[in-house]
């Protein structure tokens, strides 16, 4: 069993940074793909960012891509998520999740593992 803690949310303006992080406890946490989602009211839970094992694969959503920066550090078992510019539309609560076989990775149903969340809100 996996277990993530994210950390790091907060609130900030808009055009503000944050970076969040996602630490696990196994330490095969490494072999697995870890993706962050985030859920705003009323809203569904959607893809954000994932990165690869190995981190030679990374993906995002279109909506964040060139503000958001996924990274991760196996040896600490930890993956982080660098927010830059953000935009009052990025308030949500940003979920980690890792996932052993991951075929599509933006799917929430991909993902076996999950974190209670962080919130993040940006002010406009």
């Known amino acids: 069993q996996v277990q993530l803690v994210e950390s790091g949310g907060g609130l900030v303006q808009a055009g503000d940074s944050l970076r969040l992080s996602c630490a696990a406890s196994?330490?095969?946490?490494?072999?697995?793909?870890t993706g962050w989602f985030r859920q705003a009211p009323g809203k569904e839970r959607e893809f954000v960012a994932a990165?690869?094992?190995?981190?030679?694969?990374?993906y995002y959503a279109d909506s964040v891509k060139g503000r958001f920066t996924i990274s991760r550090d196996n040896a600490k078992n930890t993956v982080f998520l660098q927010m830059s510019s953000l935009k009052a539309e990025d308030t949500a609560v940003y979920y980690c999740?890792?996932?052993?076989?991951?075929?599509?990775?933006?799917?929430?149903?991909?993902?076996?593992?999950w974190g209670q969340g962080t919130q993040v809100t940006v002010s406009s």
């Open positions: 999740a890792a996932g052993t076989i991951v075929v599509v990775p933006t799917s929430v149903d991909e993902y076996d593992y």
């Open positions: 196994e330490r095969t946490f490494g072999s697995r793909i």
């Open positions: 990165i690869s094992w190995k981190g030679g694969n990374i």
